[in-house]
């Protein structure tokens, strides 16, 4: 019976020994931080090991509170396994990984007197878990306040530029080919990603007192007003008609400049071809009348060959032959002829060799 009664004792023993360690022992891993707290008061602070950490900073924020507040507030870097005081101590976690901020639309006047609307967000950082716990408490909070610090500052820097400096960061040209409406006339001085920077620079050092490094600021989008749109639209619209309808007259200017070269260098080839033409059928006649004058020799199938005399050879029956072929191809059984008495036909037809009588 006592053997029983002290297993029991034994057991109950044991398991309070094992819940006073799960109680005791916790893991921080490598995305959390935390900050333990005994009777409402942080009485260690165990912070992430990140890039954007300033470990100096830190050691320096915990001693300030633990002068303040009379207490001896520990501080440990890094993921790994930490014990507390079970049932006396409680852990508040904190992230370590990088947070997003998306704040909504705010209405901005430009300092060219543009109102747009500009939706931005932020990366951002906690990175003294301590004072962000005091000054914030949780995570909502945060977010409240960072989107107001982001939206205080947008307004009143880019109050200070004007519209085209905040949608563009450089003076240069988009495509210098073709026309863009008032490309030509874009001079940038400051730009958007100085902008930009000045006020991710600004908005850090102000959310530093939350205990929260702010990454970096970014505009997802400037645009004008909803109602504004739809004439902004029609700008646009008017001015890329402007700029088609030159591009058109461009074209037709070029058209009829290549039709009319066009036309003219194929009256020139027309031209140049009878003129060719005249000039080889004057060379062929003057050949064909060298031969004549000249005569040949004409082969004829299965005969000796026959010598043509020319007109060299005998000039009068030449101009006899010639006259014949005029006169053949001049009249018929119907046609009457009047001729001079100094007529060459005639003299011709009346020649013994005509066969013509008076």
């Known amino acids: 019976m006592k053997s029983q009664i002290g297993l029991i004792i034994a057991g109950v023993v044991a398991l309070f020994i094992f819940i006073v360690i799960i109680s005791s022992a916790f893991i921080i891993t490598e995305v959390d931080q935390a900050i333990i707290i005994q009777l409402g008061r942080p009485v260690r602070v165990i912070a992430g090991d990140s890039a954007f950490t300033d470990k100096v900073e830190l050691k320096k924020s915990v001693e300030e509170y633990s002068s303040q507040s009379n207490s001896n507030v520990k501080l440990s870097f890094g993921a790994g396994l930490y014990f507390k005081i079970p049932f006396l101590q409680q852990i508040e976690y904190f992230e370590d990984r990088i947070l997003e901020s998306d704040a909504d639309p705010a209405?901005?006047?430009?300092?060219?007197?543009?109102?747009?609307?500009?939706?931005?967000?932020?990366?951002?950082?906690?990175?003294?878990?301590?004072?962000?716990?005091?000054?914030?408490?949780?995570?909502?909070?945060?977010?409240?306040?960072?989107?107001?610090?982001?939206?205080?500052?947008?307004?009143?820097?880019?109050?200070?530029?004007?519209?085209?400096?905040?949608?563009?960061?450089?003076?240069?040209?988009?495509?210098?080919?073709?026309?863009?409406?008032?490309?030509?006339?874009?001079?940038?001085?400051?730009?958007?990603?100085?902008?930009?920077?000045?006020?991710?620079?600004?908005?850090?050092?102000?959310?530093?007192?939350?205990?929260?490094?702010?990454?970096?600021?970014?505009?997802?989008?400037?645009d004008p007003p909803e109602q504004n749109m739809n004439a902004i639209y029609e700008n646009m619209k008017a001015e890329r008609d402007r700029i088609a309808e030159k591009y058109r007259a461009e074209g037709a200017r070029q058209a009829t400049f290549i039709t009319a070269n066009t036309d003219r260098q194929v009256k020139i080839m027309r031209a140049e071809a009878e003129r060719d033409a005249q000039i080889i059928m004057g060379q062929a006649d003057a050949e064909a009348a060298r031969i004549y004058a000249r005569g040949f020799i004409k082969d004829v199938t299965g005969q000796p060959p026959i010598q043509i005399h020319g007109f060299e050879s005998d000039p009068e029956f030449f101009r006899f032959t010639r006259s014949l072929e005029a006169l053949e191809k001049s009249i018929d059984n119907n046609t009457s002829l009047i001729l001079n008495t100094n007529s060459d036909l005639l003299q011709f037809m009346k020649s013994p060799m005509s066969g013509i009588n008076n």
């Open 107 to 222: 209405r901005i006047t430009t300092g060219d007197q543009k109102r747009i609307v500009v939706d931005s967000f932020a990366r951002w950082h906690i990175a003294n878990p301590l004072k962000f716990r005091q000054t914030l408490v949780n995570m909502p909070t945060a977010l409240n306040r960072l989107d107001n610090i982001i939206r205080s500052e947008l307004r009143n820097r880019l109050g200070e530029c004007n519209f085209i400096e905040i949608i563009r960061s450089t003076n240069q040209l988009l495509d210098t080919k073709i026309e863009i409406p008032e490309q030509k006339k874009v001079s940038i001085k400051i730009g958007r990603s100085k902008i930009m920077e000045d006020v991710t620079k600004v908005c850090r050092k102000t959310a530093k007192d939350f205990g929260i490094y702010i990454i970096d600021v970014r505009i997802k989008r400037a």
